[in-house]
């Protein structure tokens, strides 16, 4: 909202595009290395030292060095700080996964979810006050954040525990974790790409909102499913699918409390989110709702991509999120002379890799994970605020919008308290307050 303010959509639709791109090569070439460090060192005894050193040896510094020389060609001093950017990014985030994996989870929480962003906002902030506000700057301060990250995990370094059983990682696991990861680089990163190179910034600038939409919904969900992904490991390992289901269901249920308050106000308050952006997005409030909706319920379904990575089913993940893709070109082949184009193909292959993550997880579990009426209590009081809101004209009410947050934010809270997974964790922490 900053950055839409102050330089207006279509500058933002300029900024978004360059982060689309680093995070875009990110996922494409580097990721799968970070699974590889969650999927292993959740066993105490292991280490991947061989694999690390090679990894980086003979594929990450030769690609770097390839995408700097290539970047610095093509775009000059910002292709050149992209790739700095990148590099940091990758370290940033090995980092993080490792903290993940060996139980040092606050640690990695805090400095991946609070301090990165707190050192670029508090930086965009100075910048704004005097007024040094252009693209280049704004790039840095987008690095500055992974710059944080890895300055915040060095004291810490010394709480990982270190492993005794060097572990031979096959290619096809890093393949199949990295394959995963290129389709979701696909989904998250080429829309944006895509609307900016054949619509223009500012309707780059819109669909770099849904997908802020999108990566916030990911930003409420992802910490606890980082935290459960080593967990999910162990117990697939240890043959425990029965505790899996109970914690993948409480997963949902902590989710949805944050999820459906968030819907309360993406879903119910349109016009008020828009304009709180810029009163140039007030025109694409019924785009904007549709496309929250689809993303809010899928996001409900819980963290599906991270369970079957986690047993053994990275093939189906990725399989899932290929045939989504195929329905996404599919979409902008066919409405390709809409303006907004890629904003309705990334609707539809949100709306048919939700329906084939379902389908696979209630498979594996050979059974509905999540009951129907489950469901409904969650959302029945999101869809009781929108008639509310509609027919009392209270589109624009800030207050009204906050109340509705409230009241829907404490519905759920009481439906997640009765789940018994999560009574036991607040009564083991209560306990040990206590002690």
């Given at each position: 909202?900053?950055?839409?303010?102050?330089?207006?959509?279509?500058g933002?639709?300029?900024?978004t595009?360059?982060?689309?791109?680093?995070e875009g090569?990110?996922?494409?070439?580097?990721?799968?290395?970070?699974?590889?460090n969650?999927?292993?060192?959740?066993?105490?005894s292991?280490?991947l030292?061989?694999?690390?050193?090679t990894?980086?040896?003979?594929?990450?510094?030769?690609t770097?060095?390839?995408?700097l020389?290539?970047?610095?060609?093509?775009?000059?001093?910002?292709?050149?700080?992209?790739?700095?950017?990148?590099?940091?990014?990758?370290?940033?985030?090995?980092?993080?996964?490792i903290?993940?994996?060996?139980?040092c989870?606050?640690?990695?929480l805090l400095?991946e979810?609070?301090?990165?962003?707190?050192?670029?906002?508090?930086?965009?902030?100075?910048?704004?006050?005097?007024g040094?506000?252009?693209?280049?700057?704004?790039?840095?301060?987008?690095g500055?954040?992974?710059?944080?990250?890895?300055?915040w995990?060095i004291?810490?370094?010394?709480?990982?525990?270190?492993?005794?059983?060097?572990v031979?990682?096959?290619?096809?696991?890093?393949?199949?974790?990295?394959?995963?990861?290129i389709a979701?680089?696909?989904?998250?990163?080429?829309p944006?790409?895509?609307?900016?190179?054949?619509?223009?910034?500012?309707?780059?600038?819109?669909?770099?909102?849904?997908v802020?939409?999108?990566?916030f919904?990911n930003?409420?969900?992802?910490?606890?499913?980082?935290i459960f992904?080593?967990?999910?490991?162990?117990?697939y390992?240890?043959?425990k699918?029965?505790?899996?289901?109970r914690?993948?269901?409480?997963?949902?249920?902590i989710?949805?409390?944050?999820?459906?308050t968030?819907g309360?106000?993406l879903?119910?308050?349109?016009?008020?989110?828009?304009?709180l952006?810029?009163?140039?997005?007030?025109?694409?409030?019924?785009?904007?709702?549709?496309v929250?909706?689809c993303?809010l319920m899928i996001?409900?379904?819980?963290?599906?991509?991270?369970?079957?990575q986690m047993?053994?089913?990275?093939w189906l993940c990725s399989k899932?999120?290929?045939?989504s893709?195929?329905?996404?070109?599919?979409?902008?082949?066919?409405?390709?002379?809409?303006?907004?184009?890629a904003?309705?193909?990334?609707?539809?292959?949100t709306?048919?890799?939700?329906?084939?993550k379902?389908?696979?997880?209630?498979?594996?579990f050979?059974?509905?994970?999540?009951?129907?009426?489950s469901y409904i209590?969650?959302?029945?009081?999101?869809?009781?605020?929108?008639v509310?809101?509609?027919?009392?004209n209270?589109?624009?009410?800030?207050?009204?919008?906050?109340?509705?947050?409230?009241?829907?934010?404490i519905?759920?809270?009481?439906?997640?308290l009765?789940?018994?997974l999560?009574?036991?964790a607040?009564?083991?922490s209560l306990?040990?307050?206590?002690?």
């Amino acid at each position: 909202m900053l950055l839409t303010n102050s330089v207006g959509i279509a500058g933002y639709g300029d900024y978004t595009f360059l982060v689309s791109v680093i995070e875009g090569v990110y996922y494409f070439l580097f990721s799968g290395s970070i699974k590889i460090n969650t999927f292993y060192l959740s066993i105490p005894s292991l280490k991947l030292t061989h694999f690390k050193k090679t990894y980086i040896i003979y594929y990450a510094v030769p690609t770097f060095v390839a995408i700097l020389g290539a970047l610095t060609v093509a775009k000059g001093v910002y292709g050149f700080i992209s790739t700095i950017i990148l590099i940091a990014y990758f370290l940033a985030y090995d980092r993080s996964s490792i903290f993940f994996s060996r139980g040092c989870q606050w640690q990695a929480l805090l400095g991946e979810y609070v301090v990165g962003r707190l050192a670029m906002l508090s930086s965009l902030m100075v910048c704004l006050k005097i007024g040094g506000i252009n693209g280049l700057v704004l790039l840095t301060l987008y690095g500055i954040q992974f710059l944080a990250m890895l300055v915040w995990f060095i004291p810490f370094g010394k709480n990982l525990k270190p492993g005794e059983e060097e572990v031979e990682v096959p290619l096809k696991k890093i393949w199949n974790f990295q394959q995963s990861d290129i389709a979701y680089a696909f989904v998250n990163y080429s829309p944006t790409i895509l609307q900016y190179i054949f619509g223009g910034a500012f309707s780059a600038g819109f669909i770099g909102i849904i997908v802020l939409v999108k990566k916030f919904l990911n930003f409420i969900s992802g910490p606890m499913a980082k935290i459960f992904l080593p967990e999910f490991s162990r117990l697939y390992l240890a043959g425990k699918k029965e505790e899996i289901r109970r914690s993948y269901l409480m997963i949902v249920r902590i989710q949805m409390l944050f999820i459906s308050t968030i819907g309360a106000a993406l879903i119910g308050f349109p016009h008020l989110i828009l304009r709180l952006f810029s009163a140039e997005l007030l025109p694409y409030v019924g785009t904007f709702t549709t496309v929250a909706a689809c993303l809010l319920m899928i996001a409900g379904i819980g963290p599906v991509t991270g369970l079957l990575q986690m047993t053994g089913q990275e093939w189906l993940c990725s399989k899932n999120q290929w045939i989504s893709i195929v329905v996404m070109i599919v979409v902008w082949v066919v409405l390709g002379k809409y303006p907004l184009f890629a904003v309705y193909g990334l609707c539809a292959q949100t709306i048919a890799e939700g329906i084939f993550k379902y389908y696979s997880v209630c498979k594996w579990f050979d059974g509905p994970v999540i009951p129907v009426h489950s469901y409904i209590i969650m959302w029945m009081p999101v869809a009781l605020e929108c008639v509310l809101v509609e027919a009392l004209n209270l589109k624009y009410s800030f207050v009204a919008l906050l109340a509705s947050m409230a009241l829907v934010g404490i519905w759920n809270l009481f439906f997640t308290l009765n789940d018994p997974l999560v009574k036991d964790a607040i009564a083991e922490s209560l306990r040990k307050l206590r002690r």
